[in-house]
DNA sequence: AATGAATGAGCCTTCATTCAT
DNA sequence: CATGAATGAAGGCTCATTCAT
């Protein structure tokens, strides 16, 4: 029986569509799944979505909608604080917020490897993060600093390949790793921060 | 009646396999078009190999198998050579390697990073590279430095993290990056290799 | 609220419906498709039409009426004029009509052979062109005549099988036809008519 | 359960189709239904034929080949008997034979119709049907008489729309006619034989 | 060693239709 | 008069896998 607000139920759609993709990735969900878990008809799915990988879109957009808000908001926590320690926080709060995220942030990576994909989330993403990190902290770090690079793609390679890319393969791999390796999460994060001052944060450290 | 040496279509069922997994990922394939590229029969497949999954596993280790062989003539060359440019040189090396195996480079991060996936291919990939630096040029360069590691793990931390998974994403992202930001691949491979000793081996090098 | 008159609107669905229905046939034609060309809501069509068939009967007799007009006006012309020449024309007119109406001719045809079909369509059309040639043009020309069928359905039979049909036929098949056998149209028309003379209308000329 | 002789699944699945297509038509037909009636899985069906469309095809195919026998043998049958009872006999086993099969001629023509259908089904019938009535009966009586037609294309013009198409019409719509107009189908058969002879026939005749 | 045949489970999608508003 | 939302029922097709030979 229909007639609710078809809003709630799109919105629901997308929620639950985050779950199982989170849960089981993107081919390992079926439509089936979503429309049971919605409590919904299959056809009611296809009638707020065009495709199964419309959903997909709607639900990755969605995140990097939420994820914006928070690095604002991190972003300004830090106003007037821009040493090492409050650079690490935010890092921490980046590492959080996606950890919630992991399964997503696979996904996300996945996607963006198939030759054919075009979705180019990734790079959205990382846009997001690092123009912040140029915008908010980046500057205040380097402001009285010569800055290293020559253009800004060499900064950008940089920061993505050195910054971000570190970042979320810790986030998606960090389970597997400490299970492999044997070592335990909390002093893995340890680690990773400290490995991450060393190498990347070390053009931005004052000298 | 068999119609040729076993050994022969196991191997030709690997060399297909690998062929296809990289050109279309490993979903994106089927037993169907393997079969049908060997000019042999699905069931044959099936005799060679318990499930698509073992073939994928094959395919991996025999990856593994190549990789070990390149990196060990690399260190080689590197023995009587150990400055800074040779690191340079190792790091041009295992890249250029990996880019002609790109496809499949992307399989095994895709692979690892589902979360029923228990190979941990990515890991023992990164074994082999973080090993032979450890053993081979990293033990020479630092013989004398302070080490700055307390651990173990925090040195594979490091390694693996800032070392380790940027040069793989850095090859399998190289094209769509040069696309989405409109950048020439000589300038990018420039540009990486300079934040590449920036970030990661400002560690290494000699103060 | 009502958005425009009634009235409209399901003209408007009429008016599109045969548009698609031409194009694309009955079943290639999804309620979806129509509304979406009439600007509408899928709802509103089934307010206007109690099903999908509906439509499509109404298309049909809308056509039957259009077709009514003329051939009454062809009819007319005649009148004073029943010699070989003006049933060459009549026939042509004939033709021509139904060649701008091609693809529902299809569609009649095609529903017709559908076996749950009770709309009789073709027969109530093949009526309304054999009547009046019964009534006009065929009672003129063999008033005098010795009149070749005993019975009305041995008559009707003949004007169905050998007049009606193969005209019909010549009109939704001639493209296909002259691709086929690689004939231009203007020759086959030519041809056509030669042969409808030659055949059916041999029994209605006068000896 | 598998593994008996794969010919006589794929002839028993061609056997259903022909029987199902012929009651509820191509698109009425389901590839379910087809399976369940053969009592093997869908998958099987896949496994024999490409698509759906494919299966139609060999239906067709295999009927025109049958009907290429049926006509050999009328052929000989009235070698030596060219007169006009030997050709009501011809034209009758003819229509007794499709008869069986009307509702694949109704998909044969159904199919033609259809604007993108590439199918052709319809002419290649035709050729089968006129090229033998051209070498076979009508040589024979035409042997001493002046050629009605100036060429081949108007001979087929002639043949195919005043010749063939009342034919394959009259099996189709034969029930329907009979229904609508209210008249046996014994008288009808009778009265289409006739009609058949006063106006297709009419050039064949000997003066 | 190799194969033809078969299968079960599932997948994405479409469509005509209905109902509360 | 008109619509947004929802649905049930199918439908065509794919795929990894198995088994008898």
Chains 1, 2, 3, 4 share one sequence.
């Not at 393969?169 to 893995?188: A, G, P, Q």
């Amino acid at each position: 029986m229909p007639k609710t607000n078809g809003y709630i139920t799109k919105e629901n759609i997308l929620k639950i569509s985050e779950k199982l993709f989170s849960e089981k990735g993107y081919d390992g969900t079926s439509v089936d799944e979503i429309a049971n878990l919605c409590k919904i008809n299959k056809a009611t799915v296809y009638y707020h979505f065009k495709s199964k990988e419309q959903i997909l879109n709607s639900v990755m957009h969605s995140i990097l909608d939420e994820a914006k808000k928070i690095v604002n908001i991190s972003i300004d926590e830090m106003h007037n604080n821009s040493d090492v320690k409050s650079i690490r926080s935010y890092i921490e709060a980046l590492i959080n917020f996606m950890t919630n995220k992991k399964k997503l942030v696979s996904i996300i990576i996945m996607e963006s490897l198939k030759s054919k994909n075009k979705l180019d989330l990734l790079f959205k993403c990382a846009d997001l993060i690092i123009d912040h990190e140029n915008d908010g902290v980046y500057q205040k770090l380097n402001k009285h600093d010569e800055f290293p690079f020559n253009n800004k793609n060499e900064y950008l390679v940089y920061e993505f390949f050195t910054g971000f890319i570190p970042i979320i393969m810790y986030i998606v791999l960090e389970d597997k790793w400490s299970e492999y390796y044997n070592c335990k999460k909390e002093k893995m994060i340890e680690y990773f921060i400290e490995a991450f001052e060393r190498s990347h944060m070390s053009v931005h450290k004052e000298k």
